[in-house]
């Protein structure tokens, strides 16, 4: 591999072009009109538009992407995440013409895109699933009878989902046809393909996940674990590894079953098993992801392994050089996905010019913006990731409320200030909480209230300190816990 093209923009075209550079490796971008002066551009050694900043006349056209890897003379694509990271055609394209696609093979792209296929395709092994049925529905009397069966409440799932989109709880018979068919319109609208399917609703769940490492040689690995909960509506904005509630013996249980998960789809290279894990501490395969995830950060601070590399690595056709043996984790990580989005204001996007954006020095920041720009409207809202390490979960959540009070940021309102009363929360410092947290605890006065509570705290101890310096006293620095509040 000497040039590689990343199919992708902001902070993961940059994450992916250093270590790619890092190892010797030349780099392409790719961009559209919107992001000509995007840092992704002004790093990479050679830049290639595509079009007009709408994602389906740019990042999306699978047969631009492929031309610019001809003209510059890329053989091999990233594809990052989002965008045509899991689109299996896309990756059936590259290796037709010739290039490396750093990534799973088509098949397992397929079959893992579809969960009613994923659910065949583990069928053999032993994983546990949530009950529920393996094949779609669509007539509404068969549907209120496998209900019936498997118990109220249930989960309409659609078949191509994923995100959450075309999901419906249903917690009685009388309500089955009627969500069915919201569910199958959902479906069809968003996915083009209307088979949904039923599940036993799992109350107050944990989503955590587990990432996955494979070669082309047959070694496939686990590095643990991911504990997604804290997230709203399917958007996550907290991650953590490892998980507050895993035992050595269920992250070993779970982390073997998503190796089983891979094997079943012949996977090769980084990828990342969900599952749900109940109150009783069950857990449930729920679907795979076949590409690098946006918190993948958090893993590489436990395990020390860069997954940028290994799957460079791994589509250089090398083998692991390492074991699951010679895996363990070390500390605590955790992200904070800073979005341009008003936590104040029901999480309504905030368009608008950084004016100021100062990054704390003391973490991983992977951003994809400078001072000055302009947030575009056209793609995800998400401005940078916030990543800290501490030796435990007390001292990394410390080490990210002081980074998110380092980190400044004007012109536009972020997710910087929910980031600060999740982890001030009681719920979630003990590490008792599920994918409810944000709908049971967070309310826009929460975080006011808290923004209040600094200020006075603030205004308290500068009250102090020029009492002190009346007084002739001598001055005390902040406490921890005066550090940790604000
Ligand atoms: C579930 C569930 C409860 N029971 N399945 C949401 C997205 C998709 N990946 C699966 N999801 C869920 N599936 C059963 N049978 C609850 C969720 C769910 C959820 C899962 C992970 C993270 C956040 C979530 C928020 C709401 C619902």
Redesign the pocket.
């Known amino acids: 591999m000497k040039k590689l093209l990343v199919a992708n923009r902001g902070e993961i075209a940059l994450r992916v072009m250093r270590t790619a550079r890092r190892m010797g490796i030349a780099t392409v971008a790719v961009y559209s009109e919107v992001d000509r002066d995007a840092p992704h551009v002004a790093y990479a050694d050679e830049a290639v538009l595509l079009g007009p900043a709408p994602s389906a006349q740019s990042y999306l056209r699978i047969d631009k992407v492929i031309d610019a890897a001809r003209q510059t003379g890329a053989d091999a694509i990233h594809p990052g995440y989002g965008f045509l990271s899991e689109n299996a055609e896309f990756a059936r394209q590259v290796e037709a013409a010739g290039i490396t696609f750093v990534g799973p093979r088509p098949h397992a792209i397929e079959v893992m895109g579809n969960k009613l296929a994923a659910k065949a395709a583990v069928a053999d092994y032993d994983i546990p699933m ?1 009950p ?1 049925i393996d094949e779609a529905v669509r007539d509404v009397a068969q549907a209120t009878a496998i209900a019936e069966d498997i118990g109220f409440p249930i ?1 309409i ?1 659609a078949a191509a989902g ?3 989109k075309g ?1 419906r709880v249903v917690e009685s018979a009388g309500e089955v046809a009627e969500q069915m068919q919201r569910a199958i319109s959902e479906a069809e609208s968003a996915f083009g393909d209307g088979a949904v399917f039923i ?4 109350a107050a ?1 944990r ?1 955590i996940e587990v990432q996955v490492l494979a070669d082309t040689h047959g070694s496939c690995l686990y590095l643990f674990e991911r504990d ?2 804290i ?1 709203r509506r ?1 958007q996550k904005v907290v991650e953590e590894a490892p998980s507050a509630v895993l035992s050595p013996e269920l992250r070993r249980r779970m982390g073997e079953a998503a190796v089983q998960v891979a094997q079943a789809c012949d996977y090769v290279g980084a990828g990342t098993v ?1 599952f ?1 894990l109940d109150e009783a501490h069950n857990f449930y395969f ?2 795979m992801n076949t590409r690098l995830q946006v918190e993948h950060p958090v893993t590489e601070l436990i395990t020390g392994v860069d997954l940028v590399e290994q799957q460079i690595r791994v589509a250089r056709g090398e083998r692991l050089a390492f074991s699951q043996e010679e895996l363990s984790i070390t500390g605590h990580a955790l992200e904070l996905r800073v979005y341009a989005e008003d936590p104040a204001n029901n999480f309504l996007p905030s368009i608008g010019t950084l004016t100021t954006y100062r990054p704390p020095a003391d973490a991983r920041v992977d951003g994809g913006f400078r001072e000055g720009m302009t947030v575009p409207i056209n793609y995800d809202p998400m401005i940078a990731k916030l990543i800290v390490h501490g030796a435990t979960r007390a001292e990394a959540i410390e080490r990210m409320l002081a980074a998110i009070n380092d980190f400044t940021i004007t012109g536009i309102e972020t997710t910087l200030p929910f980031g600060r009363f999740v982890c001030q929360h009681p719920a979630f410092r003990s590490g008792a909480f599920s ?1 409810n947290f944000v709908a049971k605890y967070f309310t826009p006065e929460a975080v006011a209230e808290q923004d209040r509570a600094v200020e006075e705290v603030a205004a308290l101890f500068a009250a102090y300190v020029h009492q002190s310096q009346q007084d002739q006293l001598t001055v005390p620095t902040p406490s921890a816990a005066w550090r940790a509040r604000r």
């Open positions: 949530v529920g989960l799932k994923g995100g959450g999901m599940e036993k609703y799992v769940p989503h997604c909960s997230q399917h969900e749900l729920l679907e994918t």
